[in-house]
């Protein structure tokens, strides 16, 4: 059963039910509904074989960074644990199901990167990364071909 309130302690506690009542705002922000879900889960299978490089790209990056990565403390072993969980997160990212579970999993993943210190222009600029990752995977890279750019 999960907490109505969590993290438990600490300044970062907060209530579930209006955490995911935001997420719903956002989704209705950009007109999200259960049709854009479906599409969303339909190319799960087809950005699969991508996920790793994406994620590579993105770990990549963070080692070019001394104030993104010296939050890295356990080196080469928490590297490859940490990719591990982005592509484990990535997947749910394309799993279809947005429900307060998830969206709990979500905050809770974003305070523990408060927790240690990340400045979260690093999380924008990886969030921004990976998009742009997912859709150069499928969409720009073959269109390039198509035209000729690539
Ligand atoms: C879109 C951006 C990112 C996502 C989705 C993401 C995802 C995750 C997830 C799912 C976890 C596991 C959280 C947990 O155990 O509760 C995690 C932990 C961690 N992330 Fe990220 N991450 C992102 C960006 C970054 C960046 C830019 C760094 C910079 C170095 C970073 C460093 C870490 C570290 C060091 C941990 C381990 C914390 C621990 O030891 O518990 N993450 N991340």
């Known amino acids: 059963m999960m907490p109505r309130e969590f993290p438990p302690m600490g300044q970062g506690a907060a209530n579930l039910d209006e955490v995911y009542r935001r997420f719903q705002e956002l989704q209705a922000w950009v007109g999200w509904t259960e049709a854009s879900a479906r599409r969303v889960a339909a190319t799960a299978t087809l950005l699969e074989p991508h996920l790793h490089a994406i994620v590579g790209e993105v770990h990549d990056e963070i080692l070019r960074h001394p104030n993104a990565r010296k939050v890295i403390t356990g080196g ?38 408060v927790e240690i210190g990340l400045e979260q222009v690093y999380i924008n600029a990886t969030m921004s990364q990976l998009r742009l990752g997912l859709i150069w995977s499928r969409c720009i890279r073959p269109r390039h071909a198509v035209w000729g750019w690539a």
């Open 76 to 113: 080469q072993t928490q590297i490859n644990s940490l990719i591990e969980t982005l592509i484990q997160w990535l997947r749910e990212v394309l799993g279809g199901c947005y429900d307060q579970e998830y969206v709990a999993r979500r905050w809770r993943t974003g305070w523990r990167h």
